[in-house]
Nanobody, 124 residues
Framework: QVQLVESGGGLVQAGGSLRLSCTAS????????VAWFRQAPGGKEREFVAVINTIRGSTTYPISVKGRFTISRDNAKNTVYLQMNNLKPEDTAVYYCAARFGDALITPNRYEYWGQGTQVTVSS
């Protein structure tokens, strides 16, 4: 079993930066891919933001955040980070981290373990 807790969300002006953290407990998750998803207000579907694999820490991003967001992991601290730079109002959402056994995927319904989410609000 893996428990995930996100932190680091908040209110920031457009162009600003935030760093989100996802800390795991229950078991070591250095051998699990970890992804970030976000869900914008208004009942929109959960959207893939970034994923980091276990093998050499390879990463994948969608075009919407590539070049602005960076995912990284510190296995000694059981923590995955999402550095978000040049934030835009359309980045406003609840951000979730998720982990799974197996391949690093970008589909949210393939992830078994989820955090409770952290709100990110970007003002224009």
């Amino acid at each position: 079993q893996v428990q995930l807790v996100e932190s680091g969300g908040g209110l920031v002006q457009a162009g600003g930066s935030l760093r989100l953290s996802c800390t795991a407990s229950g078991r070591t998750f250095s051998n699990l891919p970890v992804a970030w998803f976000r869900q914008a207000p208004g009942g929109k579907e959960r959207e893939f933001v970034a994923v980091i694999n276990t093998i050499r820490g390879s990463t994948t991003y969608p075009i919407s955040v590539k070049g602005r967001f960076t995912i990284s992991r510190d296995n000694a601290k059981n923590t995955v980070y999402l550095q978000m730079n040049n934030l835009k109002p359309e980045d406003t959402a609840v951000y979730y981290c998720a982990a799974r056994f197996g391949d690093a995927l970008i589909t949210p319904n393939r992830y078994e373990y989820w955090g409770q989410g952290t709100q990110v609000t970007v003002s224009s």
